[in-house]
């Protein structure tokens, strides 16, 4: 595998800090290139040599933290709910304004959908309905059930400027998905 270019890895994090500033300004539709150009310090066809629009420069930033969260729960498997979660939440609060632009914000829904998305792969495997509490249970609806509760309350925590510190959150959200699943 080759390495990438430090040149081009520094364009592209500007491009994404562009992005995610411009979108806590003003809504994503109304973002140009030529702000994205003058915000990352970058001619306009630099941006084009990485990205085809503003909607790939948003859908590559989308991808990689969904890959991230992907890779977190490979790691966080073996551990416990509240330990998982914990990951997770650290994660979010460290990378909190991607996070609250995309969640707290009516111009990206897509990523909301992307994170439901994934949060319903990630539960089907941890679902049991084959014993105890969720017997007699139709998967699906554990499933969605659970991922549904988990981004709105992540939803929440942020649209409320994190009321209380991420390790809370954690406890309190993998105590939930202990009980639940």
């Known amino acids: 595998m080759s390495k ?41 066809g ?13 859908d590559k930033l989308i991808e990689e933290h969904i890959d ?3 890779k977190l729960c490979e790691s966080a498997c073996q551990l416990d709910f509240i330990e998982a979660t914990l990951i997770f939440c650290e994660y979010f609060e460290s990378h909190y304004s ?8 009516k111009g990206a829904p897509y990523f909301r959908n992307r994170f439901l998305d994934f949060l319903i792969e990630e539960f089907r495997k941890e679902v049991d309905i084959n014993g105890g509490k969720n017997q007699g249970l139709h998967e699906e609806l554990i499933v969605r059930f659970v991922a549904s509760a988990y981004v709105g309350v992540v939803e929440w925590w942020f649209m409320n400027d994190k009321p209380f510190p991420h390790d809370v959150l954690a406890r309190q959200l993998g105590t939930l998905l202990e009980r639940n699943i």
């Open 68 to 70: 991230e969260l992907r």
């Open 98 to 105: 991607f996070f609250s632009l995309m969640l707290a914000s």
């Open 4 to 44: 990438v270019d430090r040149r081009i890895l520094k364009t592209q994090e500007a491009l994404k800090k562009a992005v995610i500033e411009l979108m806590s300004e003003k809504n994503f539709d109304d973002i140009t290139i030529q702000d994205l150009s003058d915000r990352a310090n970058v001619s306009r």
């Open 46 to 58: 630099t941006i084009y040599l990485h990205y085809m629009d503003k909607f790939d420069l948003l």
